[in-house]
């Protein structure tokens, strides 16, 4: 078979990854792009939600029900990482870096101590033996309830971005000196940012364990990198000066880097060398972004 | 007229079995979870154990290997990757990326996997032991009672023997378990030191050497890793270090009783190889591997002053 | 009335750098009255008005507005009745937002930030309508981002959406430093023009003589973390540009500049 075949029949697996990870990728927009944080801790979040979900599912409960709880797990971890930063006054890095190593034990715990966890076949998850999913024509199902589930996020968030509140969060990551002059507290704001940007990657990672039935103590390694990528790649390349379009920017961004990934699998790449070729996708355009802008936002024109 | 049709029968019978057993070339993948040296050897093995029953690289088979250097993320794109190019059978080395491949294959695929060392805790097979799916393998457990006969074969006198291991490899959690077990009819005393990730372990390893006499590996993927360091600070101080498999040995363990990870790799091969031949992956029961063989450094024995008794030497494999 | 009780405050206290600004420093500031500061670099002019609006603490002393203790009240908590507009126009707004979006924001501050639709489509012709009086055409550019505005634009834009909101005090921290002469004057013009119609009580730091003159119904001078020259009323109308001059450099002359 030759290259070219190979790689189109792994496209829908790829979207479909894609959509999953760019659940991750909308909250990680939301703590990098929006607030300007560096949020260290998603390695831990992504996993934290995964575990929540998976250990809740073996326990029989609904899948949906597991994802929130997923999510719940995140805005806990998120919370806890805004609280080091603003009332303990820790850089944003290390706070995020705290969360993520004290993680990574309590995910070990909510496992019992078992690195890997898997969902039978029989089991009711998002993606199997529920009724949408065996309404849908079998080869595609997973692939348009992940479409279905992505596209709800990005409305659910485009929705809280048009709210006052929102507004606001947006304007604590700009200009916190205005936010204070709004008679608001900063920090307050930054926390709840946090909060709802980690429970989104929690829920990704509750998604992409029910997905592949199965969850790996170390999968989240990388995913700050995933994330960041996927954000970088998505609002580079669709840049709209009349319309804000981040969200699906972000989403398509998440799917463009599982299918470079795909490709290089399919053309024979080895492995270590992908993480070279990530390095190189990011300086590409991170190099691109900087050159375009040559200006600071802080600075007004004369 | 009797006769012709008879003919055309036999004609037809032959041009049947001929196709289907003939087939030209049979793509295979091989997914390996991490860069270790007993995963490699189980590669090979399996290739060689393909290769004696007749299917031989670039004559029959073509093989794809690929690594997923220890990503959870990257193995699923691999596995996703092997399922879209449709090969004829997945060897999957090591339980996540067994497990992974087993969910995203759905039976179109077969997997068979290597060097797994719970298959029913990775959802590969029940709580009976039968296969799910078309899924089958050989799984790997490490020989802690011999390995502690072994030690107290050489060791006559040891009280204390450490172990260290990763927080987070749910496998080197059940070894230790299953030291704890063992170890007290032999005489030992188990003492345990965890550990995070590698780079913690040159911190670990002088509390652990203060408080043993003697130390024993377990097929911690971490550890194995940092050997180097732990048998550094070991060797200062006069303190043997037992190895879970041959290449540990060669490094500067004392000894071990080890698994041959090409033999498993072998069987692995000999199971792959039934099922190109036509039969179901889910009815070949898995195998678990139990013959070890026993590995010595004399070298190090020598070194550290151990007289090896006369009936081990005589089934000893000298490595150094 | 705003009152500043006995107030200290060192800067780096316990270190090789320790400055005390200020020493039972006292000042009351009558309500709707609109004061003008001047003073030379590190007289402590903006370190007043930080110490006014909560950006920085006091060692000792009380700050009292209407009689009520806010010496220790966050700085967000009094930004409710306070408008404050800074020296760098990319302060007073959120430069990846725009117009309209900014507009939008400061109209909420005294409601409630939910999860309520930030436009209301009924407001946007209020707006226009106070962008239109600045005359710079900012009503056409509500959907401008205010990294793109100039200077001028975006400090105009500041004092219109400080003071949308109701507001006791009005804080001014050399606000039209950064921009060019014939925008200084449009600005000054609209603050007048603002705190007359709202009766803000007001204090406006300045480096521009003729504006600490022309403008207000008081004039402090400050150095070295002291009030100098306090005219208010009729002695303030006597002051001209040349008197201030000749104070200032006595002041420097005196400290052996």
Same mark, same amino acid.
């Given at each position: 078979?030759?290259?070219?075949?190979?790689?189109?029949?792994?496209?829908?697996?790829?979207?479909?990854?894609?959509?999953?990870?760019?659940?991750?990728?909308?909250?990680?927009?939301?703590?990098?792009?929006?607030?300007?944080?560096?949020?260290?801790?998603?390695?831990?979040?992504?996993?934290?939600?995964?575990?929540?979900?998976?250990?809740?599912?073996?326990?029989?409960?609904?899948?949906?029900?597991?994802?929130?709880?997923?999510?719940?797990?995140?805005?806990?971890?998120?919370?806890?990482?805004?609280?080091?930063?603003?009332?303990?006054?820790?850089?944003?890095?290390?706070?995020?870096?705290?969360?993520?190593?004290?993680?990574?034990?309590?995910?070990?715990?909510?496992?019992?101590?078992?690195?890997?966890?898997?969902?039978?076949?029989?089991?009711?998850?998002?993606?199997?033996?529920?009724?949408?999913?065996?309404?849908?024509?079998?080869?595609?199902?997973?692939?348009?309830?992940?479409?279905?589930?992505?596209?709800?996020?990005?409305?659910?968030?485009?929705?809280?971005?048009?709210?006052?509140?929102?507004?606001?969060?947006?304007?604590?990551?700009?200009?916190?000196?205005?936010?204070?002059?709004?008679?608001?507290?900063?920090?307050?704001?930054?926390?709840?940012?946090?909060?709802?940007?980690?429970?989104?990657?929690?829920?990704?990672?509750?998604?992409?364990?029910?997905?592949?039935?199965?969850?790996?103590?170390?999968?989240?390694?990388?995913?700050?990198?995933?994330?960041?990528?996927?954000?970088?790649?998505?609002?580079?390349?669709?840049?709209?000066?009349?319309?804000?379009?981040?969200?699906?920017?972000?989403?398509?961004?998440?799917?463009?880097?599982?299918?470079?990934?795909?490709?290089?699998?399919?053309?024979?790449?080895?492995?270590?060398?992908?993480?070279?070729?990530?390095?190189?996708?990011?300086?590409?355009?991170?190099?691109?972004?900087?050159?375009?802008?040559?200006?600071?936002?802080?600075?007004?024109?004369? | 007229?009797?006769?012709?049709?008879?003919?055309?029968?036999?004609?037809?019978?032959?041009?049947?079995?001929?196709?289907?057993?003939?087939?030209?070339?049979?793509?295979?993948?091989?997914?390996?979870?991490?860069?270790?040296?007993?995963?490699?050897?189980?590669?090979?093995?399996?290739?060689?154990?393909?290769?004696?029953?007749?299917?031989?690289?670039?004559?029959?088979?073509?093989?794809?290997?690929?690594?997923?250097?220890?990503?959870?993320?990257?193995?699923?794109?691999?596995?996703?990757?092997?399922?879209?190019?449709?090969?004829?059978?997945?060897?999957?080395?090591?339980?996540?990326?067994?497990?992974?491949?087993?969910?995203?294959?759905?039976?179109?695929?077969?997997?068979?996997?290597?060097?797994?060392?719970?298959?029913?805790?990775?959802?590969?097979?029940?709580?009976?032991?039968?296969?799910?799916?078309?899924?089958?393998?050989?799984?790997?457990?490490?020989?802690?009672?011999?390995?502690?006969?072994?030690?107290?074969?050489?060791?006559?006198?040891?009280?204390?023997?450490?172990?260290?291991?990763?927080?987070?490899?749910?496998?080197?959690?059940?070894?230790?378990?299953?030291?704890?077990?063992?170890?007290?009819?032999?005489?030992?005393?188990?003492?345990?030191?965890?550990?995070?990730?590698?780079?913690?372990?040159?911190?670990?390893?002088?509390?652990?050497?203060?408080?043993?006499?003697?130390?024993?590996?377990?097929?911690?993927?971490?550890?194995?890793?940092?050997?180097?360091?732990?048998?550094?600070?070991?060797?200062?101080?006069?303190?043997?270090?037992?190895?879970?498999?041959?290449?540990?040995?060669?490094?500067?363990?004392?000894?071990?009783?080890?698994?041959?990870?090409?033999?498993?790799?072998?069987?692995?091969?000999?199971?792959?190889?039934?099922?190109?031949?036509?039969?179901?992956?889910?009815?070949?029961?898995?195998?678990?591997?139990?013959?070890?063989?026993?590995?010595?450094?004399?070298?190090?024995?020598?070194?550290?002053?151990?007289?090896?008794?006369?009936?081990?030497?005589?089934?000893?494999?000298?490595?150094? | 009335?705003?009152?500043?009780?006995?107030?200290?405050?060192?800067?780096?206290?316990?270190?090789?750098?320790?400055?005390?600004?200020?020493?039972?420093?006292?000042?009351?500031?009558? /309500?709707?009255?609109?004061?003008?500061?001047? =003073? $030379?670099?590190?007289? !402590?002019?903006?370190?007043? *008005?930080?110490? #006014?609006?909560?950006?920085?603490?006091?060692?000792?002393?009380?700050?009292?507005?209407?009689?009520?203790?806010?010496?220790?009240?966050?700085?967000?908590?009094?930004?409710?009745?306070?408008?404050?507009?800074?020296?760098?126009?990319?302060?007073?707004?959120?430069?990846?937002?725009?117009?309209?979006?900014?507009?939008?924001?400061?109209?909420?501050?005294?409601?409630?930030?939910?999860?309520?639709?930030?436009?209301?489509?009924?407001?946007?012709?209020?707006?226009?309508?106070?962008?239109?009086?600045?005359?710079?055409?900012? /009503?056409?550019?509500?959907?401008?981002?205010? =990294? $793109?505005?100039?200077? !001028?634009?975006?400090?105009? *834009?500041?004092? #219109?959406?400080?003071?949308?909101?109701?507001?006791?005090?009005?804080?001014?921290?050399?606000?039209?430093?950064?921009?060019?002469?014939?925008?200084?004057?449009?600005?000054?013009?609209?603050?007048?023009?603002?705190?007359?119609?709202?009766?803000?009580?007001?204090?406006?730091?300045?480096?521009?003589?003729?504006?600490?003159?022309?403008?207000?119904?008081?004039?402090?001078?400050?150095?070295?973390?002291?009030?100098?020259?306090?005219?208010?009323?009729?002695?303030?109308?006597?002051?001209?540009?040349?008197?201030?001059?000749?104070?200032?450099?006595?002041?420097?002359?005196?400290?052996?500049?």
């Amino acid at each position: 078979m030759d290259i070219l075949q190979a790689f189109i029949n792994s496209v829908p697996s790829s979207i479909e990854q894609g959509l999953i990870y760019g659940i991750l990728a909308l909250g990680i927009y939301i703590t990098y792009s929006i607030l300007d944080f560096p949020d260290l801790s998603v390695d831990g979040t992504f996993p934290l939600g995964g575990v929540v979900s998976t250990a809740m599912l073996l326990r029989g409960i609904n899948p949906i029900i597991c994802l929130l709880g997923a999510m719940l797990a995140g805005a806990l971890a998120g919370l806890a990482t805004g609280l080091i930063n603003v009332k303990l006054k820790v850089r944003d890095l290390f706070s995020g870096v705290i969360v993520m190593t004290g993680l990574y034990s309590i995910n070990l715990r909510i496992s019992d101590g078992n690195s890997l966890l898997t969902i039978p076949r029989n089991a009711v998850t998002l993606f199997r033996n529920n009724a949408l999913a065996d309404f849908l024509p079998a080869g595609t199902s997973s692939l348009i309830i992940s479409l279905v589930i992505a596209l709800f996020i990005k409305l659910l968030l485009d929705a809280f971005f048009s709210t006052r509140f929102g507004l606001l969060l947006r304007a604590t990551g700009d200009n916190e000196q205005v936010v204070t002059s709004l008679a608001r507290d900063k920090g307050n704001v930054k926390i709840w940012g946090l909060v709802i940007a980690n429970s989104l990657v929690a829920l990704s990672g509750g998604i992409l364990c029910q997905q592949q039935r199965l969850f790996e103590a170390s999968m989240g390694t990388g995913t700050l990198v995933l994330g960041l990528a996927s954000v970088i790649i998505g609002t580079t390349l669709f840049r709209s000066a009349n319309r804000d379009y981040s969200t699906l920017a972000v989403l398509i961004g998440a799917i463009i880097y599982k299918l470079c990934y795909t490709l290089a699998i399919v053309l024979g790449l080895k492995p270590g060398d992908m993480k070279l070729v990530t390095a190189l996708l990011f300086l590409g355009i991170l190099g691109i972004e900087s050159l375009k802008k040559g200006g600071n936002k802080k600075h007004v024109r004369a | 007229m009797k006769k012709y049709r008879f003919f055309v029968v036999i004609l037809v019978l032959i041009a049947v079995i001929t196709n289907v057993s003939a087939k030209e070339n049979y793509r295979i993948g091989i997914a390996q979870f991490a860069v270790h040296g007993s995963l490699d050897n189980c590669r090979e093995g399996f290739i060689e154990g393909l290769a004696e029953h007749g299917f031989v690289e670039d004559k029959n088979i073509t093989i794809e290997v690929q690594n997923a250097q220890s990503d959870m993320g990257l193995a699923s794109q691999i596995a996703d990757s092997f399922l879209a190019t449709n090969y004829d059978l997945v060897c999957a080395i090591a339980t996540p990326m067994a497990a992974i491949c087993a969910n995203t294959f759905d039976d179109k695929i077969p997997v068979i996997y290597c060097a797994v060392s719970d298959p029913s805790a990775a959802g590969l097979a029940d709580e009976n032991g039968k296969n799910i799916g078309k899924v089958t393998g050989t799984s790997d457990t490490l020989p802690i009672e011999d390995q502690l006969i072994m030690m107290r074969a050489l060791l006559p006198e040891a009280k204390n023997l450490g172990l260290m291991y990763t927080v987070g490899e749910a496998n080197s959690a059940v070894q230790v378990k299953m030291y704890e077990e063992l170890a007290p009819k032999y005489g030992f005393d188990v003492v345990v030191t965890t550990v995070s990730n590698g780079s913690e372990i040159a911190l670990a390893v002088p509390g652990l050497i203060s408080k043993c006499d003697c130390i024993s590996m377990v097929l911690d993927n971490t550890v194995v890793q940092y050997l180097d360091v732990l048998l550094e600070q070991a060797d200062a101080a006069k303190i043997p270090v037992f190895g879970s498999e041959v290449e540990q040995v060669i490094l500067g363990c004392v000894a071990a009783e080890g698994l041959d990870y090409i033999a498993l790799g072998k069987h692995t091969g000999d199971m792959a190889a039934m099922v190109l031949k036509g039969e179901d992956a889910n009815s070949i029961p898995y195998k678990v591997i139990l013959d070890n063989k026993l590995y010595i450094n004399t070298a190090k024995l020598e070194e550290l002053n151990i007289t090896v008794p006369k009936e081990l030497l005589q089934r000893a494999t000298i490595v150094d | 009335m705003l009152e500043l009780k006995n107030i200290h405050k060192t800067y780096n206290p316990g270190t090789v750098r320790e400055l005390c600004l200020f020493e039972d420093f006292s000042l009351a500031i009558e /309500e709707e009255s609109f004061v003008s500061v001047v =003073g $030379s670099n590190g007289s !402590g002019k903006t370190s007043m *008005l930080n110490i #006014i609006c909560g950006s920085i603490g006091v060692e000792k002393g009380k700050i009292l507005i209407d009689g009520s203790d806010i010496t220790y009240t966050k700085e967000h908590i009094r930004n409710k009745r306070i408008g404050r507009i800074y020296q760098n126009p990319a302060l007073g707004s959120c430069a990846n937002l725009t117009v309209l979006q900014n507009l939008c924001l400061f109209d909420a501050k005294n409601k409630r930030m939910n999860l309520t639709p930030y436009t209301d489509k009924k407001r946007i012709d209020t707006y226009k309508d106070m962008l239109s009086q600045l005359g710079l055409g900012l /009503e056409n550019m509500l959907s401008k981002r205010c =990294g $793109s505005l100039s200077g !001028g634009q975006r400090q105009a *834009l500041a004092l #219109i959406m400080a003071t949308m909101t109701d507001i006791d005090f009005l804080i001014l921290d050399e606000h039209t430093a950064a921009l060019d002469p014939k925008t200084s004057d449009v600005i000054m013009h609209l603050t007048e023009k603002l705190v007359r119609e709202r009766k803000l009580t007001t204090i406006m730091v300045t480096h521009n003589l003729r504006y600490a003159v022309e403008y207000g119904d008081r004039l402090l001078m400050m150095h070295s973390g002291e009030i100098v020259l306090d005219a208010a009323g009729s002695a303030k109308g006597e002051l001209s540009i040349d008197k201030l001059l000749g104070l200032f450099n006595e002041i420097s002359i005196e400290c052996g500049n």
